[in-house]
Nanobody, 123 residues
Framework: QVQLVESGGGLVQAGGSLRLSCVAS????????MGWYRQAVGLQRDLVAE???????NYADSVKGRFTVSRDGAKNTMYLQMNSLKPEDTAVYYC?????????????????WGQGTLVNVSS
């Protein structure tokens, strides 16, 4: 099994910064893409930022210029540096990973979500 564990959420004032971390562990063969999603109360879960093959990145328009996603492949860890936070960034942030996992029979497709970490930005 593969698990994702997020950390770094909390309460911050508008204009402040937070850094989220996501650590992947378990029977990982390869992680092709990792991403951060967020879900505010009453809304759907949306993509915030993602890193593909450890190089290319994509961001939601609402966070461009403020958030930076990065990945340490050797540590199977992804980060989200969030600056200039706004109250509308308040949400539960989820880590997602896709790739391949090792099984007793070989390999299988991997898609896994973390449990989420709450980011609360006060005005």
């Amino acid at each position: 099994q593969v698990q994702l564990v997020e950390s770094g959420g909390g309460l911050v004032q508008a204009g402040g910064s937070l850094r989220l971390s996501c650590v992947a562990s378990g029977s990982i063969f390869r992680i092709s893409a990792m991403g951060w999603y967020r879900q505010a109360v009453g809304l759907q879960r949306d993509l915030v930022a993602e890193t593909i093959s450890g190089s290319s990145t994509n961001y939601a328009d609402s966070v461009k210029g403020r958030f930076t996603v990065s990945r340490d492949g050797a540590k199977n860890t992804m980060y989200l540096q969030m600056n200039s936070l706004k109250p509308e960034d308040t949400a539960v942030y989820y880590c997602h990973a896709a790739g391949m996992a090792v099984t007793t029979r070989g390999y299988t497709d991997l898609e896994v979500w973390g449990q989420g970490t709450l980011v609360n930005v006060s005005s």
